[in-house]
């Protein structure tokens, strides 16, 4: 019996706990944007329970979401994005064939043992657009443009930035050294 | 026993043998396993109290994906997520390395193979191989979970056995390779 009731007074007890804690630092700092509504303070206070019994899963707090922006009446949908040709699943194809192609193209050159330009050319494309491509996604689900707009647009252009760079630096180092994997290897065997 | 089953049980019992007591009393029982509830609690709210409520719940809302919104017992040791860190090592090593690249004749540094080589040789074999087996863990790692998630990406291996052992797979191979990368080549 007493498994049955258990999660939800511990979880009741937590969220008034949080509640309360909230409202104190609130309180202690009225630059806070929500100290400024107290209406919405006692909002919270008076409907946290209900919200929170929606909730099934505890609160984590590794990382905090950011800024709520709110559009429109609360009934309104989520909006649709445009069809775009270059995104979407065929995006989501284009991932998994680089990474697929990766595959082969990382272990041939140790395994073979022998140094092929064309192949270690393919491969620091391949690397630089699956990394580009990795970073876009940490980009995407890290900083959404709905809560940090700008800083979402200056970080996909210094992304840009940094790829255009690193390809410039991955073509001189092809060029004028020995290339990626014959280096990789005579480090490796210092 | 279940509280809930207590009516369920003295039902069946009447309906087989038929018996007084139970007969009687089986208003009582189905009354003592109802919930009770207060009149409705529903108040009317105002629009910004319900924006209020919204931005809330919408603040309880994960940020995903990250460590901790995967479970144990199922997908954390195998997560995407362990790809994506790995991964932003490499990548973002690379990117570190060929910006420095591009500006080593500016700044003075030497980055060529040849001098790389130099200053690996002259690290004693301790430090040498722990900085090669640190290196080859993750590589391992991202390359075998990596290679999962396509397998993944085909709709395949979602038993939740098959998900488990093929962690331990993962682990245990990554750190082998690893291991061999880092003392035997």
Redesign the interface.
């Known amino acids: ?1 007493a498994s049955i009731i258990r999660p939800t007074l511990l979880r009741q007890t937590g969220l008034a706990a949080s509640i309360t804690r909230r409202a104190a630092s609130a309180a202690a700092a009225p630059t806070s944007i929500f100290a400024l ?1 107290s ?2 303070r006692s ?2 206070a008076k ?2 329970m ?3 019994a ?2 099934a ?1 505890s ?2 707090s ?4 950011g800024p ?1 922006v ?1 559009k429109g ?2 009934n309104d949908p989520a909006p649709v994005p445009e069809p775009h040709s270059t995104h979407g699943s065929y995006h989501w194809t284009f991932e ?1 064939a680089i ?2 192609g990766l ?1 082969p193209l ?1 272990v041939a050159p140790f395994a073979a043992g022998t140094l092929n330009p064309g192949t270690d050319a393919a491969l620091c494309a391949l ?1 630089l657009v ?2 580009h491509l ?2 876009q ?2 980009i995407i ?2 900083v959404p443009t709905s809560r940090y707009p700008g800083l979402r647009k200056a970080c996909m252009w210094l992304l840009n930035a ?1 790829t255009v ?6 073509y ?2 092809e060029t004028n ?2 290339g990626v994997t ?2 990789i290897k ?5 | 026993m279940n ?1 809930s089953r207590v009516g369920v049980r003295a039902l069946r019992q009447a309906a087989s043998k038929p018996n007084t007591f139970f007969s009687h009393n089986i208003p009582r029982l189905a009354l003592a396993n109802l919930q009770t509830r207060g009149a409705a609690t529903t108040p009317t709210l105002k ?23 995967y479970d144990y017992g199922q997908t954390w040791f195998g997560s995407s997520i362990w790809t ?1 860190i790995t ?2 090592i490499f ?1 973002g090593s ?2 570190l ?6 500006i080593a004749p500016l700044t003075g540094w030497h980055l ?3 001098s ?3 200053a ?2 002259a690290a004693p074999y301790a430090l ?1 191989s722990g900085v ?1 087996f640190l290196l080859a863990w993750p590589f391992a790692f991202h ?1 075998f979970n ?2 999962r998630h ?1 397998v993944w ?1 085909f709709a395949v291996g979602f038993n939740r056995t098959i998900i488990k052992q093929g962690s331990w797979v993962i682990w245990t191979s990554s750190l082998v390779t690893a291991l061999g ?1 880092a003392f035997l ?1």
């Open positions: 019996m509504n209406a919405f909002t919270v409907d946290a209900r919200v929170a929606f909730h899963s609160r984590r590794l990382l905090p979401p709520q709110i009446s609360v998994r990474a697929a595959i990382t690397m699956h990394s990795g970073f996604a940490v689900d890290y940094a760079l690193v390809g410039v630096g991955l001189e180092f050294d020995v014959e280096a005579r480090v490796w065997k210092a | 509280s629009p910004e109290d319900a924006q209020a409520i919204l931005a809330e719940q919408r603040k309880r809302r994960p940020v995903s994906p990250h460590l901790s919104a994506r991964g932003s990548s690379l990117y390395f060929s910006a420095a690249y591009v060529e193979s040849a790389l080589a130099e690996a040789a040498k090669k390359l990596g290679t396509l990406d990368l080549v």
